[in-house]
């Protein structure tokens, strides 16, 4: 079966760093996705790797590992507003996202 | 209309009832998706639609039903709601033309409650 593993939750301190791991078995890999989720409110895109290695997109980074079907993404410089849901999804052969259950990241002052 | 749109916010259904949630978007994407999201599991599709005039079961589309009569809407037919479809639903589209499916735009969801 195709199953995405991310950790439930999180906690970190404002202006720390924080990286959020997804695993994932699928049946095929056409490129990983991160969105962050408000509470509440709709998924909105973070970034998107398909070549191993790490984008950077200021505060944020993301890393693939194809080898070892394993991602990262990392949060710098943590704000209160950075307090949301992280959601890892894989395309898959048939181009369809398989999501993961998503990453509760609770900031602290 | 700036993106992507869904009606109605919220509802309470009784069970049997039938119920269509709309999805409209004007950024002429060619792909459009349906989502539910339940508390502890990943985002789930119910059916998909890579271009007007087709569409495709996902991974939970048991007693839904969609339709895409233009490239802007993407209307979701419950035929007889059930408590089970107790859930947030989420439309969301992408331009593909590209190939893979590319960054998705979500609408704002629409929480429904069957009892």
């Known amino acids: 079966g195709q199953n995405i593993d991310q950790p439930t939750e999180m906690t970190a301190t404002e202006g720390a760093i924080v990286q959020i791991n997804c695993t994932y078995q699928t049946s095929g890999f056409n490129g990983l996705f991160w969105y962050q989720q408000h509470a509440g409110e709709a998924p909105t895109f973070l970034s998107y790797?398909?070549l191993d290695g790490l984008e950077e997109k200021g505060r944020f980074s993301s890393f693939l590992s194809r080898s070892k079907g394993y991602s990262y993404l990392l949060l710098k410089e943590l704000q209160m507003k950075d307090s949301a849901s992280y959601l890892c999804?894989?395309?898959?052969?048939?181009?369809?996202?398989?999501w993961g259950a998503g990453t509760k990241l609770i900031i602290k002052p | 209309i700036a993106g992507i749109t869904q009606a109605p916010t919220s509802q309470i259904l009784a069970a049997g009832r039938r119920m269509t949630l709309r999805c409209t978007q004007d950024?002429?994407?060619?792909?459009m998706y349906w989502y539910r999201q339940d508390l502890g599991l990943g985002l789930r599709l119910i059916h998909y639609s890579n271009t007007a005039g087709t569409t495709g079961k996902g991974e939970v589309p048991d007693g839904y039903s969609v339709s895409r009569a233009n490239t802007d809407d993407f209307p979701l037919t419950l035929a007889s709601a059930v408590p089970s479809q107790t859930s947030v639903y989420f439309c969301?589209?992408?331009?593909?033309?590209?190939?893979?499916?590319?960054?998705?735009?979500f609408g704002p969801g629409t929480r429904l409650t069957v009892l």
């Open positions: 999804a894989v395309e898959d052969s048939n181009y369809q996202l398989i």
């Open positions: 950024m002429r994407h060619n792909a």
């Open positions: 969301a589209s992408s331009d593909s033309a590209g190939g893979g499916l590319g960054e998705q735009f």
């Open positions: 790797n398909v």
